[in-house]
């Protein structure tokens, strides 16, 4: 079992609607949670950090489940401008591994 | 800018030929890593550096060596690459090695072709 697991997707959505995307990850000593969003070949860039009182911004909203193990991200009111792959990351214990999930691809369509 | 540059961006070599590719951060982080991207596997943490001189294993490591001699410079080194390194790498920094909570920034990436 992969420490860090996500749905490869593709998910395929009109514009306006709403997705979730969940993470799992294996060891409950994980200490923090981010999601990251790429553009095709491009380098991965921070979309939110994840806490456990939730957290939100503009359209995008991240959730984290200690006791289930999962974080998730909700994305409202999709645009063309939101398809990528968003990848979920986990850092251990101290913090100075992070794994990566395999990531999930977006694809909004007009 | 605050950015993290890779070096270089494109690379067809053959197998056994040593290569480094240099990575550099110019925003004074104190933690450096290198991963490498492979389609359905995601980003693999091959190693990471928590300061100068202090460096550790990933989780897959095998194949690569890396140094950090200089806090803004963490080069990541094939001694003997071979066609299984053909991959999609990523240098990365943060601000502070035990920053749990720290935003990683990426570099753009290098592509490496191993024939």
């Known amino acids: 079992r992969k420490e860090v697991e996500q749905d490869p997707g593709p998910f395929n959505v009109p514009e306006g609607a709403t997705v979730a995307f969940n993470c799992t990850y294996s060891?409950?000593?994980?200490?923090?949670f981010f999601w990251y969003r790429q553009d095709c070949r491009k380098e991965p860039k921070l979309l939110m950090s994840v806490y456990s009182s939730g957290n939100e911004d503009g359209r995008f909203t991240a959730q984290l489940n200690r006791a289930s193990q999962y974080i998730s991200l909700l994305i409202r009111d999709s645009k063309l401008s939101d398809s990528a792959t968003y990848l979920c990351?986990?850092?251990?214990?101290?913090?100075?591994?992070?794994?990566f999930g395999a990531g999930t691809r977006l694809f909004v369509k007009a | 800018e605050a950015q993290v540059t890779q070096n270089p961006r494109y690379l067809i070599t053959v197998t056994g030929k040593k290569l480094t590719v240099t990575c550099s951060q110019n925003?004074?982080?104190?933690?450096m890593s290198w991963y490498r991207q492979d389609p359905g596997l995601g980003l693999r943490q091959i190693y990471y550096s928590m300061n100068v001189e202090v460096t550790d294993k990933g989780d897959v490591p095998e194949g690569y060596k890396v140094s950090r001699k200089e806090k803004r410079n963490f080069p990541l080194i094939l001694e003997s690459p071979s066609p299984n390194q053909t991959s999609l790498y990523f240098c990365?920094?943060?601000?502070?090695?035990?920053?749990?909570?720290?935003?990683?920034?990426f570099g753009p990436g290098t592509r490496l072709t191993v024939l």
């Open positions: 060891n409950s000593a994980s200490q923090s």
């Open positions: 990365a920094s943060r601000l502070e090695a035990g920053g749990l909570a720290d935003t990683q920034y």
């Open positions: 990351a986990v850092n251990g214990a101290g913090g100075f591994k992070t794994i």
């Open positions: 925003m004074n982080h104190e933690y």
